[in-house]
């Protein structure tokens, strides 16, 4: 069964450094999504994307972040200067068509900040 | 109204029970409802699609009631595999999906 995937599974940074999240979705998925889940608390939105663009990001997705689909596989988080409160778990999600249809999601990247 | 609420639980019910969880959900034009299962620290699994009055799934149902604005999940003859955080997931205008808290199930032997 097709499958999103993402790498690295964890990284360690510290505070004001640079991160890149990568994901590759399901080939032939046209919306790509990320989410980050801080630890006990619930699934947030952070940013769509289709047709090489931002549809939608949310206020938590500031100057900071940034997204991209450098290829024709990737799909890639960058915060530029991350701070003790990016620590969460990062998940990027694909869906075939968009609204109303099902997200499937990667296995995630644990972002730790020192 | 929260944009998608679950009651957190804990749910604790032993191996072979019934058990059924609500989310309610503020938005009356939503068309779709997503049940996603996560285990501890991994991501969302999907486990249902709702698009009408319900669906089933062996031994999971997912009702709709769009009068009262909620959406059910019922699970029947409950295993210890069963035992994770249901998360209750409603697509925005835009496609982005809201989650709720999530409700937490541990099955005992």
């Known amino acids: 069964e097709p499958e999103v995937t993402q790498t690295p599974s964890h990284q360690v940074t510290q505070m004001g450094q640079e991160v890149i999240l990568r994901c590759v979705p399901i080939?032939?998925?046209?919306?790509f999504y990320w989410y980050r889940q801080i630890l006990g608390q619930k699934v947030e939105f952070l940013v769509s994307f289709y047709n090489n663009e931002i549809s939608e990001k949310s206020e938590i997705f500031d100057d900071q972040f940034s997204v991209e689909r450098p290829d024709g596989s990737n799909f890639t988080l960058k915060i530029r200067s991350t701070k003790l409160e990016d620590s969460a778990m990062y998940f990027c999600?694909?869906?075939?068509?968009?609204?109303?249809?099902?997200?499937?999601f990667g296995d995630g990247t644990r972002l730790s900040i020192l | 109204r929260k944009e998608v609420e679950q009651d957190p639980g804990p749910f604790n019910v032993p191996e072979g029970a019934t058990v059924a969880f609500n989310c309610t959900y503020s938005n009356s034009a939503s068309q779709s409802f997503f049940w996603y299962r996560q285990d501890c620290r991994k991501e969302p699994k999907l486990l249902m699609s709702?698009?009408?009055s319900g669906n089933e799934d062996g031994r999971f149902t997912a009702q709709l009631n769009r009068a009262s604005q909620y959406i059910s999940l019922l699970i029947r003859d409950s295993k210890l595999s069963d035992s994770a955080t249901y998360l209750c997931?409603?697509?925005?205008?835009?496609?982005?999906?809201?989650f709720g808290q999530g409700t937490t199930l541990q099955v005992k032997p």
């Open positions: 999600a694909s869906s075939e068509t968009g609204i109303n249809q099902p997200q499937h």
């Open positions: 709702v698009y009408s």
């Open positions: 997931a409603v697509p925005g205008d835009t496609g982005k999906l809201i």
């Open positions: 080939s032939n998925h046209l919306y």
